[in-house]
């Protein structure tokens, strides 16, 4: 048998082909276009859906479920993507809407939620039946997995890692508190401290790596750093710290066998980790006992994908 895992962006649907060893075979995509009627949007994941399945040469029969990774909150027991802020769903019952077009089994979850458990399933954490996965991008997302299942609270709305304070009354979230996580260890995050540290010295290498400040991106302290630039460094530090706060918080909570860091910011890879590690063994509660493993996230998109598959599995 064979899944279907449908990551469902702001910009593009993305329709994966999943086999029983959780690999995946193949995909197809088409915009979202968000400013139209959800009816459209449900259609084309629908048919973009079916139009996959037949371009294999495989029939419905041969697909046992279809799992659907939508940002915002989502009530997985009864297929409803509560709210979304940036695709126009709102109390919409995807599983329901999905009967006009098939009869297979539909279920459904939270993007980042979905993206931990296929790297549970089938990335960093394979064989793990504890893991965490934080992405570090625009935002900070997370996803718990425990027992390979994930943690989404009695509401849907659990997991959202990004959104504890790690400096009271510090800098704003845009979720509306102040001092998240999110709002020092997100690829924004490090990029408003970039820019920070670079108007306090104008002679910092960052400016020959980003003439403007407008050009500044989450590589460019990290790049300058590795040149040599002492402003740079204490940029990156500063980032490792607060990051490495969130993550022992993180650690203590819920001691995952696998951590694993996906995102933009995350593709600096051990070489982040390396930096992480110092801070994390320094302060972690834990002691004896086996310890959790931070590991680079390797499924990049696809995680969302097969996550999202394995829903039904």
């Known amino acids: 048998m064979y899944y279907i895992g449908i990551d469902l962006g702001g910009t593009n649907i993305a329709v994966g082909l999943v086999n029983e060893e959780m690999k995946l075979v193949a995909t197809k995509s088409t915009p979202t276009l968000t400013n139209r009627d959800i009816n459209e949007i449900i259609k ?35 297929g409803v993507i509560i709210y979304s802020c940036n695709i126009p769903f709102n109390h919409t019952n995807i599983r329901e809407a999905f009967k006009a077009y098939t009869s297979i089994p539909v279920y459904c979850g939270n993007d980042a939620d979905v993206a931990a458990l296929g790297e549970a399933y089938a990335g960093a954490a ?62 924004t995050g490090l990029i408003r401290m970039t820019k920070e540290a670079m108007e306090k010295n104008k002679d910092s290498m960052m400016w020959k790596l980003a003439p403007t400040l407008d050009e500044v991106d989450g590589k460019t302290s990290f790049d300058a750093m590795k040149q040599g630039d002492e402003t740079a460094k204490q940029v990156v530090d500063t980032y490792c710290d607060y990051l490495a706060c969130g993550l022992l918080n993180i650690i203590n909570i819920f001691q995952p066998e696998v951590l694993c860091l996906g995102g933009g910011v995350a593709k600096q890879g051990q070489f982040l ?41």
């Not at 629908?46 to 915002?72: F, H, K, N, W, Y």
């Not at 997302?141 to 609270?153: E, L, Q, R, T, Y």
């Not at 510090?170 to 999110?182: D, L, Q, S, T, V």
């Not at 302060?283 to 996550?307: F, H, M, V, W």
Request: charged share 20%.
């Open 44 to 78: 084309d994941m629908a048919e973009t859906t079916l139009a996959l399945i037949a371009e294999q040469g495989l029939t419905e029969a041969d697909v046992a479920a279809i799992g659907i990774g939508s940002p915002g909150t989502v009530d997985g027991k009864n």
């Open 126 to 187: 394979a064989g793990c039946d504890h893991a965490i996965m934080i992405t570090l991008g625009t935002g900070v997302g997370g996803g718990v997995i425990v027992n390979k299942h994930i943690v989404a609270g009695f509401n849907g709305a659990g997991g959202e890692l990004g959104h504890m304070v790690i400096e009271k009354d510090g800098a704003p979230c845009n979720c509306g508190r102040k001092g998240c996580w999110e709002a020092y260890s997100s690829a």
């Open 273 to 313: 980790i390396d930096l992480l590690m110092p801070r994390i063994e320094k302060e972690r509660y834990s002691k004896d006992i086996p310890q959790t493993t931070i590991k680079p996230a390797i499924l990049g998109n696809d995680a969302g994908i097969i996550g999202a598959a394995m829903l039904g599995k």
